[in-house]
Structures are given as C-alpha cells and as structure tokens.
C-alpha cells in the first residue's frame, strides 16, 4: 500500500514537473534561439541538395566537395515527399539516412525539411479536393507545388502523419541541427478560394464574432443591403463574383484569415516536431519577406525565423549603371532589420541567390562579388547563418540555368561558389576579433531608430489606396532608406515589442489603431523619446471603421494640430511645402492641419486653396517630442530634411552616407558595404584596425574594421 502510493505521488511530482517543463518551454520558445548558436561562431554557412534529383554514385563526391569548400551544413528533403512515400503509408527513409550518413560523414550538419509543399501524386488523385482553387474557379493541379489547400483537413492529416514520421526517424540525429517547415509558405500568389476555404473562412469568422448580427455590424453590412441572415451566407470576397470594389471590413478579415491559416499550417507542425524532437534541435520556416498572406509575426511556435531572398532578377535597378548586377543596398539591409525582430529575435537567411537564376523578367549575371557583398550583408545584419540555394545547377526539371555553387559540369566552383569560399576563410579569419559582449559604441546606440509596422494598416490601405499615386510600402521606404542615410541601426518593430530602447520612434502611415497604442506612443514621447508620426495615421480603428469624430481625432492632441484633412495632386502636377526657406515638390498625399497653441509648424503648404496650413509640425511632449509629417513626396527630401533637423535637435548625431553605401556595426565590427557603381571613400578613424579590404571601395566592396 505503502509502495503503491510512494508510486502514485512519483507520478504527480513527474506529471507537475512535465507541465512545468512545457509551460517554461512554450513561454521561452524563441528566447531560448541563442542556445542553438555557438558564441565563437559569427555566422554558419549551408548550401541546398537533393539527392532525390542525383545519381546516387554522385552524392559522396558532392557531399565531400561541400564540406571541401567550408560549408557547415546542407539541407535536405523539401520536395521529396514523393521520395520519402512512394505509396500512401509506405515510408522509404532509407535514401536519405544514406545521405544523412554521408554529411555526418563529411563533417556536415543538416537541416531537415518538411515536405508539404509537395503532396505526391497518389495523393490528390484520391483527394482531389485538397487541392486550392484559384479566383477563377480553375482547380490548380498537380504539377506545381504548394497546390495543396492550407484549409482542408484531409491535407492537414497526411501532412500531420509525414512530418510523424519524418521527425520520429530524424528527431535524435545529431546530424540534424535543425528543422524547416514547408518551403516559402505562401501558395506563390494563389489566393485560395476553394470550397474548404469557404468553409474555414466561415469558420473563423463566426469565431471571431458569434453572432451574424455582430458581422454585419462591423462590417457596416445595412449599406448596400449587405445584411446576412447567418454564416452560410457569407462567402470569401472574390473580385470576379463582386466586380464593384467589395467590402473592405470583408477584405481586411479575408487577409486575416489567410493569414491566420498559413500561420496554423506551420505553427501545426511545429508542434508535431516538437513532440518527438530533441530540444538541440531547432525549428524555423523560411518566408519571403513581405509576401502576402504570410506573417512572421503570427508563426509563433517557431524558434526563430528565416527569409529567403534573390536580388539580381532584371526587377530592381539598384543604384547606377552596373546597379542591376547587386540589386538596392536596402533590400537585404530591410530584411535583416524586419526577421531579426521577429518571434526568436535572431534570424537566419534560408536562401540567398548563388549566381544567375532562371524566373527573372531577364536574369543578368550578378556584378563580380555581389554575391560576397550579400553575404557580409546578411552576416552585418547579425545573421546567424546564411545558406545558398542551390549547391547543383539542375540539369533537368522547372530550374534549368539555375546557377548553384557548381556548373552544370557536377564539379566545377560557379563565381558565386568562389565567392563563398573566399568569404567563408575570410570570415573565420575574423573570428579572432570576433566579439559577441563588445558594447555597442555610444554614437551608434544614440542613432538607433524603430520604425513601427502594422500590416492591417498596410492590407487596408493597399485595398483603398485612394490614389494611384499611393504606395505603403514606398512610404514606408522613404523613411527607411533615410534612417540607412544616417547610418543608423534600424529596427521593424510590432505594436507588441517595447518601444523605450528607440531614442526615435516613426509610426509610417499607421492607419488602423485604438487609443491604447496612443497612449503608450504619448508615454514614449513623455519618457524622452522622439515620435514621428506620419500622414494617413490614426484614420480608423482597428476592424477598419473612421472614427464617429474628426478624421484622426484620436491622434490631434498627440501631434498638437486638429481639423486634418488630406488632398491628392494630379500625377503631373506638383505643390510645395515650404520649410525653413526651402520648397519640397509633392504631390502622392498630403495630411493638412491646423497647428494648436505650442506647436511649431516646421513646414507648411505654399499653395492651393489650404496655402499656409502646415505640412509638418513639432512640439515638445515631456522629454521628448511629436513630429508629424503630412506630406508624401516622390523623391523624400521633405521628409530626409525633417529627420536630419529632428535628429539634430535631439543631439543625434547623423552619418551623410551616398546613396548605395551601408555601414553597420556588430559585435565590434564596423562593415561598410558598397552597392553603388562607383568607386567610394568612407571615413574610418586612423586609431581603427582594417580587418578586410580598404577605405576606397569598389563597387561590390566591403571592408571590416574595429575602432
Ligand atoms: C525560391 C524557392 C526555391 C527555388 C528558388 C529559385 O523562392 O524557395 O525552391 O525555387 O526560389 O530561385
């Protein structure tokens, strides 16, 4: 008896420490990043294979050849579902603990992947309505990958029995170092509109609200004779079923739940890993910055998060004549700052181009050493480990001329391989100056900047942009490639981080908000903190609604101005804002207000009917202040003149870098990146030690130096 209940208060204590255990677990996912990456190592370097796609005789050469080059890890199996079950329920592991082996053999660590974004063949033959079904009602087939709907349930369970397996084989390799969760989540620009959609959309939304009543509410529904007699009802606004502009509290749940529904898919089989998986394995997915509908933000089971990125594709002209060959200085600059702040807060980069690639409008050669300068990006950014896609050009298959590490001979080292050789014995040179406590120096943590994104505001305004002329994310850009002007260390921040780290703090356009967030912005700027708001800010509330007051009310006594409105130029005519004796052209958008007593008017409009109104305002908040921007410009020297004057009145001081040039600071590092087309001379003090390359940088150059 004695014994029997000695056993039974053994199992409560192992059951309370196993709660515990995963309540501290759930609580820390993500924070706990840090313990997967050793201190001493700067950044990891990995490079994508397939053995499904190669003559088994190949895989050891290629394997040895990778870990000839210096790469730490390689990364399996996103595709191969097919592989791995020939036939439903009937796994074939074998091939791949051949080439687990075969990198454990070679001193690599793996990242294994999941495979869902390509069900096999026998699969959507049997449940052919798994597959997604596009606005036009065409049934994507197989052929393709990610045809597979995130909303059916059928899919949900293979997916589920998969990624069992899959972790049950490989959860205690220590070959494998971590796991990838599907490939660039996203459905490549489908929207999905099938019947499981419709159901789960349904779903949500009675979730979401309860009642029909609370719906049509919200979503305004008396207007039009909208009103729903219940869920069944309502279907997923479709631009073809509802030619005229369809309800925007409609459009704004639609994105939420596609949003919600990648982020399930992958939180989902997160938590499968979880459960059979070692604890020194990490988990990550790898998105595309900015690809709708996914959201980071919303994948939080996730360790940390990775992106993905392809910058020389003839879509972005860079900086100067040989621009097209590097791509713009602040695209990979933007990612770093937007992953590195997300649920984990360190990233990795899953994919980076390797050379020429095969999917661009046309696909130029990249600049010699872009692809180096990209890597020392990723690694400035704090990147804690870059991979390539792909280690083979493939010979057969939807990427031929793809390039990868090696040309289609199997064995030579393309440019780009050669470049990742160099950079990886140059990078662990620099481990002996390496240092992950060095403080960040007083100029470059005064400079540090937060720019606070909300991506309702961003879907909202893209459905009614109001104008042609209008563009979120250009808006936001403007600010962005300033702030990189400034050489300041930038972070995109949620409404859910702490704001009180950023001696300035700009809210681009945040359209939709409540007054929470406007109190917690009056508190920054009472605490000594520079606000910037920016036009088109506090015009609704969160489900999309204007406000029963003033447009923006909400925002008046903050900014110290009221009776806003806002006026669009034709797109070949231009305005000006005038400040201190200066005229900026405008005409994208401009917020126009009446200053109250106490507020300067820094910039005011100096014509149309509104001439003498202000543009741009400041006042004092407590120890800090409240800048608001009214105007949109083309070329953002409005905007750059107020940041430079603001900074300077808060004592900031500023770097004037040329356009294309990047200088970052990490862990005792400076690293100045040079995009342009041209030769450039940065300023480095004569007391500091020149790690890698010089003070005169050629186009593609880097140089590294600690002061
Ligand atoms: C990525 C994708 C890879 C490959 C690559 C080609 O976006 O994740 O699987 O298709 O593009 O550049």
């Given at each position: 008896?004695?014994?029997y209940?000695?056993?039974?208060?053994k199992d409560?204590?192992y059951?309370?420490?196993?709660v515990?255990l995963?309540?501290c677990?759930t609580?820390?996912y993500g924070?706990?990043?840090?313990?997967?990456f050793?201190s001493?190592?700067i950044?990891?370097f990995?490079t994508?294979y397939?053995?499904?796609q190669w003559p088994?005789e190949?895989w050891e050469?290629?394997?040895?050849?990778m870990?000839e080059?210096?790469f730490d890890?390689?990364h399996?199996g996103?595709?191969?579902?097919g592989a791995?079950?020939?036939?439903?329920g009937q796994?074939?592991?074998?091939w791949?603990?051949?080439?687990?082996?075969?990198?454990?053999?070679?001193g690599?660590?793996?990242?294994?992947?999941?495979p869902t974004p390509?069900?096999p063949?026998w699969?959507?033959?049997?449940?052919?309505?798994?597959?997604?079904?596009?606005e036009?009602g065409?049934?994507?087939?197989?052929g393709?990958r990610q045809?597979?709907?995130?909303?059916s349930d059928?899919?949900?369970?293979?997916?589920?029995k998969?990624?069992?397996?899959l972790a049950?084989r490989y959860?205690?390799?220590?070959?494998i170092?971590g796991?990838q969760?599907?490939?660039?989540?996203?459905?490549?620009?489908v929207?999905d509109?099938s019947d499981?959609a419709q159901?789960?959309?349904?779903v949500?939304?009675e979730?979401?609200?309860?009642?029909?009543?609370h719906l049509?509410?919200t979503?305004g529904n008396?207007f039009?004779?909208q009103?729903?007699e219940?869920?069944e009802?309502?279907?997923?606004p479709n631009?073809?079923e509802?030619?005229?502009?369809?309800?925007?509290?409609?459009?704004l749940?639609f994105?939420r739940?596609?949003?919600d529904?990648?982020?399930?898919?992958?939180?989902?089989?997160a938590?499968?890993l979880?459960?059979y998986?070692s604890?020194?394995q990490?988990i990550t997915?790898?998105?595309?910055?900015?690809?709708?509908?996914?959201d980071?933000n919303?994948m939080?089971r996730?360790?940390f998060?990775?992106?993905?990125?392809y910058?020389?594709?003839g879509?972005d002209?860079g900086?100067?004549?040989?621009?097209?060959r590097?791509?713009?200085?602040n695209a990979l600059?933007f990612?770093?700052d937007t992953?590195?702040?997300y649920p984990?807060?360190?990233?990795?980069v899953?994919?980076?181009?390797p050379g020429?690639?095969?999917?661009?409008g046309y696909n130029p050669?990249p600049y010699?050493?872009?692809i180096?300068l990209?890597?020392?990006h990723?690694?400035?950014?704090g990147?804690?480990?870059v991979?390539?896609?792909?280690?083979?050009?493939?010979?057969?298959?939807s990427?031929?001329y793809h390039?990868g590490?090696?040309?289609t001979?199997?064995v030579?080292?393309?440019p780009?391989?050669e470049?990742y050789?160099q950079?990886?014995k140059?990078?662990?040179?620099l481990k002996?100056?390496?240092?992950?406590?060095a403080?960040?120096?007083e100029d470059v943590?005064?400079?540090?900047?937060?720019?606070l994104?909300?991506?309702?505001s961003e879907w909202e305004m893209n459905f009614q942009?109001?104008t042609?002329?209008?563009?979120?994310r250009g808006h936001?850009m403007?600010?962005y490639?300033?702030f990189?002007s400034f050489?300041?260390?930038v972070?995109?921040?949620?409404d859910?981080d702490?704001f009180?780290?950023?001696?300035?703090?700009v809210?681009p356009a945040?359209?939709l908000?409540d007054n929470?967030l406007?109190?917690?912005?009056r508190?920054y700027?009472?605490?000594?903190?520079q606000?910037v708001?920016?036009?088109?800010?506090g015009?609704?509330n969160?489900?999309?609604q204007l406000w029963?007051m003033?447009?923006?009310?909400?925002?008046?006594?903050?900014i110290g101005?009221?009776?806003?409105f806002y006026?669009?130029?034709p797109?070949?005519k231009w305005?000006v804002?005038?400040?201190?004796?200066?005229?900026?052209?405008?005409?994208?958008w401009?917020?126009v207000v009446?200053?109250?007593?106490?507020t300067?008017v820094?910039g005011a409009?100096?014509?149309?009917?509104?001439e003498?109104?202000?543009?741009?305002t400041h006042r004092?908040?407590?120890?800090?202040?409240v800048?608001?921007?009214?105007a949109?410009?083309?070329?953002?020297k409005?905007?750059k003149?107020?940041?430079?004057k603001?900074y300077a009145?808060?004592n900031i001081?500023?770097?004037?870098?040329?356009e294309?040039?990047?200088?970052?600071?990490?862990?005792?590092?400076y690293?100045a990146?040079?995009?342009?087309s041209e030769?450039q001379?940065?300023?480095i003090?004569?007391?500091a030690?020149i790690?890698?390359g010089?003070?005169?940088?050629?186009?593609?150059?880097?140089?590294?130096?600690?002061?």
């Amino acid at each position: 008896m004695r014994r029997y209940n000695l056993k039974v208060k053994k199992d409560v204590i192992y059951l309370f420490a196993t709660v515990c255990l995963l309540l501290c677990d759930t609580m820390l996912y993500g924070q706990l990043a840090e313990r997967f990456f050793k201190s001493e190592d700067i950044m990891l370097f990995g490079t994508y294979y397939y053995p499904e796609q190669w003559p088994r005789e190949q895989w050891e050469r290629d394997i040895e050849k990778m870990a000839e080059m210096g790469f730490d890890f390689t990364h399996y199996g996103e595709f191969a579902w097919g592989a791995m079950e020939p036939q439903e329920g009937q796994y074939d592991f074998s091939w791949l603990d051949t080439a687990v082996g075969l990198a454990e053999k070679h001193g690599l660590k793996v990242v294994m992947c999941t495979p869902t974004p390509t069900p096999p063949v026998w699969l959507t033959e049997k449940h052919p309505d798994v597959l997604t079904k596009n606005e036009m009602g065409i049934v994507i087939q197989h052929g393709r990958r990610q045809h597979a709907s995130w909303s059916s349930d059928t899919y949900r369970e293979y997916v589920e029995k998969i990624v069992t397996e899959l972790a049950k084989r490989y959860g205690n390799s220590d070959v494998i170092v971590g796991w990838q969760i599907d490939n660039e989540p996203s459905h490549y620009g489908v929207v999905d509109y099938s019947d499981n959609a419709q159901r789960k959309f349904k779903v949500w939304l009675e979730n979401k609200y309860e009642t029909i009543d609370h719906l049509n509410a919200t979503w305004g529904n008396a207007f039009w004779s909208q009103t729903y007699e219940n869920f069944e009802q309502v279907r997923i606004p479709n631009a073809r079923e509802l030619p005229e502009k369809a309800n925007p509290h409609a459009m704004l749940d639609f994105q939420r739940f596609c949003s919600d529904e990648v982020a399930s898919f992958v939180n989902d089989q997160a938590d499968v890993l979880r459960q059979y998986i070692s604890p020194d394995q990490w988990i990550t997915t790898n998105t595309m910055p900015n690809h709708h509908p996914v959201d980071p933000n919303r994948m939080d089971r996730l360790d940390f998060h990775t992106y993905t990125r392809y910058l020389v594709n003839g879509g972005d002209n860079g900086h100067g004549d040989q621009g097209f060959r590097m791509g713009s200085s602040n695209a990979l600059a933007f990612h770093n700052d937007t992953y590195r702040n997300y649920p984990g807060k360190v990233y990795g980069v899953m994919e980076l181009q390797p050379g020429q690639v095969n999917w661009g409008g046309y696909n130029p050669q990249p600049y010699p050493g872009a692809i180096r300068l990209w890597l020392y990006h990723v690694m400035a950014g704090g990147g804690k480990f870059v991979c390539n896609y792909r280690f083979r050009q493939p010979l057969k298959g939807s990427e031929q001329y793809h390039y990868g590490m090696i040309l289609t001979d199997g064995v030579t080292p393309s440019p780009g391989g050669e470049e990742y050789m160099q950079t990886i014995k140059e990078m662990a040179a620099l481990k002996e100056n390496f240092d992950r406590n060095a403080r960040m120096p007083e100029d470059v943590a005064r400079r540090k900047t937060a720019i606070l994104y909300d991506i309702d505001s961003e879907w909202e305004m893209n459905f009614q942009p109001q104008t042609w002329q209008w563009s979120s994310r250009g808006h936001l850009m403007k600010y962005y490639n300033t702030f990189k002007s400034f050489g300041a260390s930038v972070d995109i921040i949620s409404d859910n981080d702490d704001f009180e780290a950023y001696p300035v703090l700009v809210v681009p356009a945040y359209e939709l908000l409540d007054n929470d967030l406007v109190d917690r912005w009056r508190q920054y700027a009472e605490n000594g903190g520079q606000l910037v708001i920016t036009c088109r800010t506090g015009q609704k509330n969160r489900e999309a609604q204007l406000w029963e007051m003033k447009l923006s009310e909400p925002i008046y006594e903050l900014i110290g101005a009221e009776n806003l409105f806002y006026d669009h130029l034709p797109p070949d005519k231009w305005s000006v804002v005038k400040m201190d004796g200066n005229d900026y052209a405008w005409n994208n958008w401009g917020d126009v207000v009446t200053p109250k007593s106490g507020t300067d008017v820094w910039g005011a409009y100096d014509d149309q009917f509104y001439e003498g109104k202000a543009a741009v305002t400041h006042r004092k908040v407590g120890k800090g202040s409240v800048t608001f921007i009214g105007a949109d410009t083309d070329d953002g020297k409005l905007e750059k003149e107020v940041l430079k004057k603001l900074y300077a009145g808060a004592n900031i001081k500023t770097l004037d870098l040329p356009e294309g040039v990047i200088v970052e600071w990490r862990d005792g590092f400076y690293i100045a990146l040079n995009y342009s087309s041209e030769k450039q001379t940065i300023h480095i003090p004569d007391k500091a030690t020149i790690l890698i390359g010089s003070k005169e940088l050629e186009p593609a150059g880097v140089t590294v130096w600690k002061e």
